[in-house]
């Protein structure tokens, strides 16, 4: 199994920046795919970016050149860098792991965007 715990969020003003972790433990190596998504209320999840073992990422086009996933292997923490943070970006943030029949998720973090 895997255990994944997210930090980082907290309140921002609009034009901001933020980053988020997420920290893994438990049966690494079955981890395919590692991606963070966000959920805002009334909305469903939408994948924003994800990294592949082999260190290809992928963005959303809503996040695109705004956002940067990346990972400290050695720490078994990804990160998710957050720019130009817009109201609209407000949201629960969760990372999720691929580990093939299904994604794991962590409990999510908080990131509001407001002045």
């Known amino acids: 199994q895997v255990q994944l715990v997210e930090s980082g969020g907290g309140l921002v003003q609009p034009g901001g920046s933020l980053r988020v972790s997420c920290s893994a433990s438990?049966?690494?190596?079955?981890?395919?795919?590692m991606g963070w998504y966000r959920q805002a209320p009334g909305k469903g999840r939408e994948l924003l970016a994800s990294?592949?073992?082999?260190?290809?990422?992928y963005y959303a086009d809503s996040v695109k050149g705004r956002f940067t996933m990346s990972r400290d292997n050695a720490k078994n923490t990804v990160y998710l860098q957050m720019n130009s943070l817009k109201p609209e970006d407000t949201a629960v943030y969760y990372c999720?792991?691929?580990?093939?029949?299904?994604?794991?998720w962590g409990p999510g973090t908080q990131v509001t965007v407001s002045s």
């Open positions: 990294i592949f073992r082999d260190g290809t990422t």
């Open positions: 999720g792991a691929d580990v093939g029949s299904r994604i794991l």
């Open positions: 438990g049966s690494i190596f079955s981890i395919n795919a």
